[in-house]
C-alpha cells in the first residue's frame, strides 16, 4: 500500500470515529507481519505509544483550519478576546400610550347646563386661558343676576359716609356681596370673566365659557352643540403630553421586578425613549392575564399621542458575570454539537465544543470555553466551510 493510500485510508476512518491504530492495524497484515521478541509486550507497547502520538498529530491536522491573509480579508473574518462579563438580561413586552394622569384635566361644567356653542376641536392644542365652550345654565343666570345686585347694593354702600350707615348693615352688604361672588367662581367662572359681567348684559345672563386651566392638547370631546349636560359630566379632556404615561403588559410568569430594572427603553418607530418606572399594578388583568408596570416618559419630539401602541424593553443588570459570543460566532460541528473557532497560535483556527445558554440580545451565554480565548466573531461560517471541505480532501489541503 502506498502512502498516500494509506493516509486517505487514516483520514476517511477517523472521519467516522474509528482510531488510527486500526488502520495501521490492518495496513500491517497486508505488507508486513508483526514482529515477536522476547520484549514481545515492551515493543507493542512502544508501538501503542507511537500510533497514538500520529494519530494526535493527524486529529490536530485534520481539526485545525490554516487560512491565509488574502482568505482572511476576503471572508471579512474578525477575531476577540472573549472574557466573563456582566450583561443586562432585556424583557420585552408591548405597551399603551396613556395620558398622564398627573397632567390631565377634565373640562365639566359644575351645574347642569345646556352646550351653547363649542370653541376648540378634537386634537386641538390650546394655551392656558383660551375659551374652550360656551354653557347656558338657569341656575348661571340666577347665581349671575344676584352677583350683580350685590355688587350694585355694595357700590352705592361704599359711598356714604361712615355716619350714614350702621356698621352692621355695611358689612351684611359687603358680605352679601362676596357670597355672590363666591358662588360664581363655585360654578366655574374666572375672575376675569367675573370683573366682565355688566348689568346691562341682560340678554347674556346664564351663558358662560368654560376655560382651558393649563396648556395641553384636546384628547377627548364628547359633547354636541345643543346637548343638555349635568354637572361633573366630562365635556373634555385636555392632556399636557410634554410627560406621557407608558403601561407596559407582562406575562403573569415574568420574574421581573420594578427595583431590579435599570433602564426602561420605549420604542416607536425610530424613536427611542429612556423612561421611568413610577409603579406596577398590584392586579391581574382578568381578559388578558397580563400584570402592568406603569412607566412615564419625556416625549421631547412630541411624537407620542395618547393611544398609540409601542413597544418597551426592560433591562435588567446580570447577578454574576458569563461569557458571551455573537451568535455569527456559534456553528455546529459533524456531530451536531455547537462550537466555536478557537485562534491557535500558529493564527489556526480549532472548532472548540461549548453548551449554550440563553440568549443576551444579539449575543449568547456559551459554557465550556476557558477565559481568554480567542475566537472568530466573523466570519466563523467561512471557517466552517473550509474545515468541511479539508474533510473530503485526501490529500488535506
Sequence with gaps: MNIKTKRYLQLMLFLFGIHSQSILAA?????????????????????????????????DEINTVALTKAQRLLAGIEVADIYPKE??????????????????YIVSPRTESVVVSRHVILGEKVKKGQKLVTLFSHDMAQAQANYLLAKSDWQRV?????????????????????????????????DLA??????????????????AQQAGIVLKDEFSQGQRISAGSALMLLADESTLWVEAKLSVEAELEPKTIATALVSFKNYEYVAKVIQQT???????????????VENKDD????????????????????????????????????????????????????????QINEERIVFGLPSGSRIAVKGAFFIASELAKSGFDPHNH
Design 27 to 59: 495496513s500491517s497484515e497486508h505488507g508486513h507481519s508483526a514482529q515477536v521478541d522476547s520484549h514481545g509486550d515492551a515493543t507493542n507497547d512502544h508501538q501503542h505509544e507511537e500510533t497514538h502520538k500520529h494519530g494526535t498529530r493527524l486529529e
Design 87 to 104: 450583561f443586562h438580561q432585556s424583557y420585552y413586552a408591548p405597551a399603551e400610550v396613556k395620558a398622564n394622569g398627573y397632567t390631565s
Design 158 to 190: 361704599e359711598k356714604l359716609a361712615s355716619n350714614a350707615i350702621s356698621e352692621s348693615e355695611r358689612v351684611a352688604v359687603k358680605t352679601k356681596y362676596s357670597a355672590a361672588y363666591g358662588q360664581l367662581v363655585a360654578l366655574g367662572l374666572s
Design 194 to 211: 367675573i370683573k366682565s359681567l355688566q348689568s346691562s348684559a341682560s340678554d347674556t345672563l346664564g351663558q358662560y365659557s368654560l376655560v
Design 282 to 296: 398590584h392586579t391581574i388583568d382578568t381578559k388578558t392575564r397580563t400584570k402592568i408596570i406603569r412607566l412615564s
Design 303 to 358: 411624537v407620542l399621542h395618547a393611544g398609540m401602541f409601542v413597544d418597551v424593553n426592560f433591562l435588567v443588570p446580570s447577578a454574576q458575570k458569563a461569557m458571551l459570543v455573537p451568535e455569527s460566532a456559534v456553528m455546529r460541528n459533524e456531530e451536531q454539537n455547537w462550537v466555536v473557532f478557537v485562534e491557535q497560535p500558529d493564527a489556526s483556527f480549532l472548532p472548540t465544543e461549548i453548551r449554550l445558554g440563553s
